[in-house]
């Protein structure tokens, strides 16, 4: 399965939906559905100072694989204190908002 987005438009807020299965850089308020039956691998987060406060990207790893995908912190950025997060079971997610400085959120996970 290769990389692909698509944009969505519902009630006037846009969100790109990502499908991935291979290492991938954020670049906009997304939705990332992440399978990792070739591997391990990073999606990389946005600069928190690049997108407006309250702007959320959602990581959801949607396979049974053994392989994680991390959910990985841009330049010095924090996601919570860390600089990673690591999905390693299907359906685990990670809901993150920016603060538009260097810090990620967060707001939901399970």
């Known amino acids: 399965m290769a990389n692909t ?18 290492a991938y850089t954020i670049v906009e ?3 990332v559905l992440a399978a990792s039956a070739g591997g391990a691998y990073a999606v990389t987060l946005p600069l928190a100072a ?3 406060p309250g ?8 396979d049974v694989a053994a392989n994680t995908v991390t ?3 841009a330049g010095a950025d924090t996601i919570d ?17 920016s ?3 260097t810090k990620w959120h967060v707001v939901a996970n399970n």
Do not use: C, E, F, N
């Not at 790109?16 to 299965?21: G, R």
């Open 55 to 62: 702007v959320g990207i959602v990581v959801k790893k949607t």
């Open 99 to 101: 603060d538009g400085g």
């Open 71 to 73: 959910v990985t912190r």
């Open 50 to 52: 690049s997108v407006a």
């Open 81 to 97: 204190g860390a600089t990673t997060y690591a999905l390693a079971t299907q359906y685990k997610y990670v809901h993150l908002v």
């Open 29 to 31: 308020d997304t939705l």
């Open 5 to 22: 987005q698509s944009r969505t438009d519902r009630d006037r807020i846009s969100r790109v939906v990502a499908t991935l299965d291979s």
